[in-house]
């Protein structure tokens, strides 16, 4: 199987070679090696039946948690049909609402001219990429898209993936291995950790935002390993707060790791022409190693992407198995990011504007006494709540009164900091902010004072649903 997947590079991928990836397959190879020793240990004997899908302990929280939604009476909240474009308002079973639920920062999932480059790229190439760039060939909107993202970081190049999750991914795989260290901020995106696990990588985290933390990690870890990365988010996504950059920089001089931003949450909300991160700070961008992002929130389409030095980006294409073994980005994708982009320069007003929206928003909802955590009220503001089912009953109220904002529960935050989560967008209005401050005020007090949570449930009569 591995040595399949080192002829197929050979044919494939450009003749690039260097040390530095040679060093990093034989590694992985080896940790390969001794997954695949572990595995021929199983006889036949000791493997009688596949287990069933409906006895795994996944498959029983589902039941679980289930189970306690019935109990008390709270519809779930998740994956429910939007009956037309999604920005700052919606319409779900035939009812207008205030939508805050939408990636789409900048409105330009609607804008005309985001929608026609999309319908001609589709008119001139069809749906679909046809296969990987190495072998289907690329369609012109791919080297634009990637020229456009480039010059935002004034970098030397960029390169482009079909989703953002598998950005991080296969770039963390691709560049680090079982003899290298990634160290992340503690409230890091799944999809990193998702990364690291695949490269064999040692993982270690530091206390959120906090520079001396990881300062502390440095200095006793320091000469360990190979390669270190350090990976933060730009703005976070569940917490809407701004990384600390500049002492992440002083500290890349001080040590010598590789700095990786993760910008999704922070492209075209800060930064006074909506750069992100490094613009907000004045920070100069080529001191990041690799700025990466996604093209599913103010690029108002679908992907990921990377922005860094030109090597970086050949290793990507040569050898990031998320690149190299899987589909390009579908033409209708790359030319609506593209678009949305370019509108990005030029009007800049609807950064201006998000970042007015952020900040009423946040603000509102200090006075009116809700927990915001340590949202700094540009893209993304949580209102915490603490209890799951609090959460997910005060979203579901909200809906009916007209405000669609959704709950945010273990285990994507931690237990006991359940939320609802507010994206906000460039088109809300004052008046929009407002409504949904007041009722969120209006209808957590009422639910407070019913004393609705977990711990109001019978948890006995939870024990005998779910067995
Ligand atoms: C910080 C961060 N990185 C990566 C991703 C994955 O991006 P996508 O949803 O475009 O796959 C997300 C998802 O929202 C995110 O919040």
Known sequence: MTDDVSRQDAEEAPALRSDFLKTLRDRKDAAGKSRLARVNRLTPTSVKAPKRFDDLPE???????????????????????????????????????????????????????????????IRQFGISASASRLVAGERPQHGLLEQKIASIYEAENAVCFVSGYLTNATVIDCLVGPNDLVIHDELIHNSVLAGVKLSGATRRFFRHNDAGDLERILKDIVGDFDRILVIVEGIYSMDGDV?????????RSKFGFWLMVDEAHALGVIGERGRGT???????????????????????????????????????????????????????????????????????????????????????????????????????VPIIVGDSLRAVQLSNELLKAGVNALPIIYPAVQEGMARLRFFLTSEHTPEQLETAVTLTAEILRELIDKKVGLASLDMQQVAKLIT
């Open 59 to 121: 498959y029983r929280k589902i039941v679980a948690q289930k189970a306690i939604s019935d109990l008390a009476g709270v519809e779930n909240p998740f994956y429910r049909a939007h009956e037309r474009v999604a920005g700052a308002t919606s319409r779900i079973a035939g009812q207008e609402v205030i939508n805050f639920a939408s990636y789409d920062y900048l409105s330009t999932n609607s804008h005309p001219a985001v929608r026609d480059a999309a319908i001609d790229a």
């Open 278 to 380: 490094f613009e907000h700070f004045g920070i100069d961008p080529s001191s990041v190693d690799i700025w990466m992002g996604t093209l599913s929130k103010t690029a108002s389409s679908c992907g990921g992407y990377v922005a860094g030095c030109s090597s970086l980006v050949q290793i990507l294409k040569a050898h990031a198995g998320g690149f190299v073994y899987s589909v390009g980005l579908a033409p209708a994708l790359a030319s609506s990011a593209l678009v949305s982009l370019e509108l990005l320069e030029t009007e800049v007003d609807r950064v201006t504007k998000l970042r007015e929206n952020g900040q009423q928003f946040l603000k509102r909802a200090q006075s009116a006494g809700l927990d915001t955590g340590s949202s700094a009220g540009f893209s993304v």
């Open 243 to 251: 990384a600390p950059l500049p002492e992440l920089v002083n500290l």
